[in-house]
């Protein structure tokens, strides 16, 4: 087995220095740095040496200069060389660990795409990573065989220009620390494809295609397949999770019956003119307190049954909305 050393690098959008108190695990951290510090400035800039669009937002300023917030990792991990064998000629190829330096790779990307993706559930704010540069070196054969690896991921569908910077209070970071501890595990992968659907409708840049891939979570959550009326069954158990006093219920359902209209005219119909930046808004933020609930729930599910799957969540949640949809119709408070 031969070491690898591989150092990870990239800016992190639209934060502040907060952020550099979180503990995102896995050998990451953040560090504020002035644009003249950062060593991968270069990859950065554009070909007339300014600062590249994709990061114009991102950067901060104090009384020193021009700083970013930046992601760093500096890690080995082992590759297996082929073994030699007398008479077989061989290429730099069969050394270059390709295969193996693309799993370190795509597990590293896994990681930052899950406790970024973690972070916006948590709290509103567009952070997240435009691109990732990384870089793995090795040395082997007493040195006769020496690699540099570079690879970048560029995530060409991420949205730049929202510009909601992620800020946390002292005791918001003490939270959301907790927070990424409690749910990066199974509870996140249970509820895996609901927050990526959530995280895509945060990158769109066209309000109704955001607004209905905010509603498709929503429907993934609490519909199941086929199920009749989604309009009015999504409104009524949104409502009654987040809800409880009888005016807000109320208030809740006839907003999520809107908002599903909403979605209706702009995905059927072509017409997002109802769809503003506020609707928006407030759709993500319905959206991020349901699955704030869910990972909850999902937690304590675990906890009762660790090899509990995410059907059966999702269909048990859905009958005790059912029973608490059926008292508060009872009760006056939502209509039949």
Aim: charged share 25%; aromatic share 10%.
């Amino acid at each position: 087995m031969t070491d690898v050393q591989v150092t990870i690098d990239g800016i992190i959008l639209y934060c502040d220095e907060s952020v550099t108190a979180l503990q995102l695990g896995n050998g990451y951290t953040i560090k504020k740095l002035y644009f003249d510090e950062i060593p991968f400035r270069n990859k950065i800039i554009d070909g007339n040496g300014k600062i590249a669009i994709s990061y114009l937002g991102s950067q901060r300023q104090d009384e020193i200069g021009t700083f970013f917030m930046c992601l760093h990792k500096d890690d080995t991990y082992q590759v297996q060389l082929p073994e030699i064998v007398p008479g077989v000629i061989y290429t730099d190829r069969d050394f270059d660990c390709s295969n193996q330096l693309e799993a370190y790779y795509n597990s590293e990307m896994e990681y930052l795409h899950k406790i970024f993706s973690l972070l916006r559930v948590f709290k509103k704010g567009n952070i997240g990573l435009k691109e990732v540069f990384m870089e793995h070196r090795f040395s082997a054969l007493g040195g006769f065989i020496n690699n540099t690896h570079k690879q970048t991921s560029d995530n060409v569908s991420r949205n730049i220009t929202d510009n909601t910077v992620y800020t946390l209070t002292q005791e918001e970071v003490i939270r959301c620390n907790q927070f990424l501890q409690e749910y990066s595990g199974q509870e996140y992968l249970l509820l895996k494809s609901c927050i990526d659907e959530f995280v895509w409708g945060l990158e769109q840049v066209d309000l109704p295609t955001g607004f209905e891939q905010y509603t498709t979570a929503l429907e993934m959550i609490f519909l199941n397949k086929n199920q009749q009326g989604k309009k009015e069954v999504l409104s009524k158990r949104v409502a009654v999770l987040l809800e409880s006093d009888a005016t807000r219920v109320r208030t809740l359902y006839d907003k999520m019956k809107n908002f599903y209209r909403y979605r209706s005219d702009s995905l059927h119909e072509g017409d997002g003119r109802n769809i503003s930046a506020i609707e928006l808004k407030e759709m993500e933020e319905i959206v991020r307190n349901v699955l704030l609930k869910y990972l909850e729930l999902c937690k304590t599910a675990l906890h009762n049954n660790p090899s509990v799957t995410w059907d059966e969540i999702k269909n048990n949640k859905i009958n005790e909305l059912k029973a608490a949809v059926q008292s508060a119709i009872l009760a006056g408070t939502l209509p039949v």
